[in-house]
């Protein structure tokens, strides 16, 4: 009988199958899945299998349970939603400092991705949004991250090929690694209309003396004279906003990673940690 309805894309039968881990039980049968879901049999397993091999999901026997992928993604989320949180004040107050854009952003992969975006001036000119992306190599923000970051980050932005944006882009590698160095000499890092004509921008990590985590920027539309001037207050919210995130005690080291331990019982928290990254991942 026809419904009148469009069939179901693969995403959204994966995100049913998944949806159907929303619960206390952390084990279910391929049959609980399909009654769960409402997937056909054949789908849900071939669904669920395409899971276990992406490692989102686990299969002991004949029943599976939520992966250490979705256990690590669930946690990346959490980190960025309490750093957006604890930034959140902080970024509206340079922003009425300065007057200009102000963003927060992480690095993922090549690619920064935008958490908060307080419009100014240039909330017309510079064509960015919460969770869009932009190459690393040309933004302050990702330069930021990169030169007080790790190495191997660098390697993995100059292997994807730097390809120009506007005509000052950098495309030259010794070029980069030469604007990293005075980046870290300076302490804050420019992008001069090297993203967008006629929009410069000025960006501080977010760290101890460890590796950044992220960047606080600003943009406008004057020169690099302007950055100087912008330069301290962004850098002063960026330590403001470590403060907030790990308190005065934590300033001499970024937080180093716990060592892999044996695999949890899936908690509810945990789940719930889960299906809120899918929802979060969706502008991604």
């Known amino acids: 009988m026809d419904t009148g309805l469009a069939p179901l894309s693969l995403l959204e039968k994966a995100a049913r199958v998944l949806g159907s881990f929303e619960g206390p039980q952390p084990r279910l049968s391929l049959t609980e899945v399909v009654r769960r879901s409402g997937i056909p049999r054949s789908s849900a397993h071939r669904i669920l299998d395409q ?18 992928r979705m256990l690590e993604l669930g946690a990346l989320a959490s980190h960025h939603n309490r750093l957006r949180r604890a930034a959140l004040p902080l970024l509206h107050a340079l922003h009425e400092q300065t007057g200009q854009l102000v963003h ?81 000499e300076r302490g804050v890092a420019y992008d001069r209309e090297e993203s967008f004509r006629g929009i410069s921008c000025v960006a501080a990590p977010l760290r101890g003396a460890g590796r950044a985590v992220a960047a606080v920027s600003v943009s ?50 945990a789940m719930d940690n889960m299906l809120g990254w899918l929802r979060f991942s969706e502008w991604m």
Not at 223 to 238: I, S
């Open 220 to 269: 406008c539309s004057r020169g690099e004279r302007e950055l100087a001037r912008l330069g301290p207050a962004v850098a002063a919210c960026a330590r403001a906003v470590w403060r907030e995130l790990y308190g005065p005690g934590r300033t001499g080291r970024a937080p180093a990673a716990r060592p892999r331990e044996p695999e949890p019982a899936v908690s509810e928290q």
């Open 104 to 184: 927060l952003s992480v690095l993922d992969g090549a690619e920064v991705v935008c958490l908060e975006r307080i419009g100014g001036s240039e909330a017309t000119t510079v064509p960015s949004r919460v969770g869009g992306r932009m190459p690393a190599h040309c933004t302050a923000a990702g330069r930021a991250i990169l030169a007080f970051g790790d190495p191997g980050a660098v390697e993995h932005v100059l292997a994807q090929g730097l390809r120009p944006r506007t005509a000052r882009t950098l495309v030259r590698p010794l070029a980069l690694r030469a604007e990293l160095a005075a980046t870290r």
């Open 51 to 68: 899971l276990v091999q992406l490692r989102w999901l686990d299969r002991e026997g004949r029943d599976y349970r939520m992966g250490m």
